[in-house]
Structures are given as structure tokens and as C-alpha cells.
């Protein structure tokens, strides 16, 4: 796995896992806001532009994130945040080690299975997949993500270096992704954000989580769609992110 890193060492550690489809630039600017206090390290996902293997699935991608905290930051970081496939990563990192992190942002997770949306995933890149590099097709794929403009072509860029097959998978394991038992013994203070315009099963999927993590809150954001917290609101993401680690 390959990582992006800024701030300075000897510093507090925070970890940010971007969305499915995205890369380190879904926390560019937020991390661009923390990097004189903190050190923010960003990880590219298995199977995304920039990454050194395929995807395989969330499960492996937690792992691989712990044992790089384990060998560089002695088992575990002061915060870790992630949206969408991230925020998986993120519930599942929680589920694998219960004190991976003392603060935890998780940012539109899924933990409902869908069937439906997993079988339609292969036909439907199947015949769509070749429309990815046409820059007309992407600009009405990410004017639908709502992501602001000027970070079209990291996005465009970033999309056109997915393969075929990393996309379906990673897009397949996301929609049957579901939380652990484990979950449950997590010790860090977990704060959910959701739009309030998302899919509901996002949102009963942040009602699942807290009903499952003792310390949890959920913060629902006024009129706010998926994704729109982190890569369009920097600002706003960077206050809450130092609110919680300065307020406990």
C-alpha cells in the first residue's frame, strides 16, 4: 500500500481513508489545514490510481493499515477518519483492533448488504466501463458525486486509472460489506457523520453502528449529500476534527 503523507513527525498521528473511486486528494485540502499541528498520513486504497496491488477486500485493507500503524506508530494513532469504502475500512480496522485509534470520523458508511446493488455491479461496467475515459461521460458522473469543480481532473485522472476489474471489486465488496461482532468492544469515541440528503440506507446504517458502539454519536448534516463533508467542506471537517480531539 502506498501512502501519503503530510505535517512533520513527533507529532499527532491521524490516518484518512479516502472514498471508493477517489484517492489521497479527497483529504487534500483538509489535510493542507492540519499538517502544522498534526501528521496526517492518507493511504491509496488496494485497486486505486497510485496504489502497488489489486483490490481484494475491506477486510484485507484494514489489515494492511494496522499493521503499517503497528510498525511505524507502536499499534495505534490518535484519530482515524473515513468516507464511504474508507469509512468500511475505518468500521472494520475498529472491529479488528479495538484501540486503534483514540477518535474516530466515520463519514458515510454502509454496513447493510445489498444484494440488488451487487448484482448489478458486473453488467453494469460491463457495458459502461469504456465510457469512463470519455471526458464528456465522467463530467455527468461527477457533477452527480456533487464534488465542487476545481477537483475534476484529480477525479477524472484518478477514475481513468482504475481497471475494469478493480473498480467491480471494490464496488461488489462495498455493497455486502457488513459489520463484525467484534465492533462492539471498539474503545474509541466514534462520531458518525451523514448527509441528510444520502441514501437511507446510509443512514440506518450510522442508526446500526451506534446502536452497536457504547461511545458513539451520530451527526446528521443539514442538507448534505454523500460525500459533500470531506471533499467539499474542508473547512467545517477540519473545526469538528480538532473539536473532538480537543474536547475529551
Known amino acids: ?40 498520513i492518507i493511504p491509496i486504497l488496494d485497486g486505486h490510481t497510485g496504489s502497488d496491488k489489486d483490490f481484494t477486500s475491506i477486510e484485507d485493507n484494514a489489515t494492511e493499515i494496522i499493521s503499517f500503524i503497528d510498525r511505524n506508530f507502536g499499534g495505534s494513532v490518535l484519530l482515524i477518519g473515513g468516507l464511504s469504502l474508507g469509512g468500511q475500512i475505518l468500521v472494520e480496522m475498529l472491529s479488528q483492533r479495538k484501540n486503534i485509534c483514540r477518535y ?39 457533477r452527480s458525486l456533487r464534488i465542487k469543480p476545481e477537483l475534476f481532473d484529480d477525479y477524472y485522472q484518478d477514475t481513468c486509472g482504475i481497471t475494469k476489474q478493480n ?52 451527526h446528521i448534516l443539514p442538507s448534505m449529500y454523500h460525500g459533500e463533508f470531506s471533499i467539499n467542506q474542508a473547512d467545517r471537517y477540519a473545526k469538528e476534527l480538532y473539536d473532538i480531539i480537543k474536547s475529551h
Not at 173 to 197: D, P, Q
Open 167 to 218: 473498480m467491480i471489486a471494490f464496488l461488489q465488496e462495498s455493497s455486502m460489506y457488513s459489520m463484525k461482532k467484534t465492533l462492539g468492544e471498539c474503545t474509541a469515541k466514534v462520531h458518525l457523520f451523514v448527509g441528510e440528503r444520502e441514501n437511507k440506507r446510509i443512514l440506518f446504517s450510522a442508526k446500526k453502528i451506534r446502536e452497536v458502539i457504547k461511545n458513539c454519536d451520530l
Open 104 to 142: 474516530a470520523i466515520v463519514e458515510s458508511a454502509s454496513v447493510i448488504p445489498s444484494k440488488l446493488t451487487y448484482s448489478l455491479i458486473r453488467p453494469t461496467f460491463g457495458t459502461s466501463y469504456g465510457l469512463i475515459k470519455q471526458k464528456w461521460f465522467s463530467k455527468l458522473q461527477f
Open 1 to 40: 500500500m502506498q501512502y501519503k503523507v503530510y505535517g512533520k513527525q513527533n507529532r499527532d498521528v491521524i490516518v484518512l481513508l479516502h472514498g471508493g473511486g477517489l484517492s489521497w486528494w479527497n483529504y487534500r485540502e483538509i489535510s493542507e489545514l492540519l499538517q502544522n499541528d498534526l501528521q496526517i
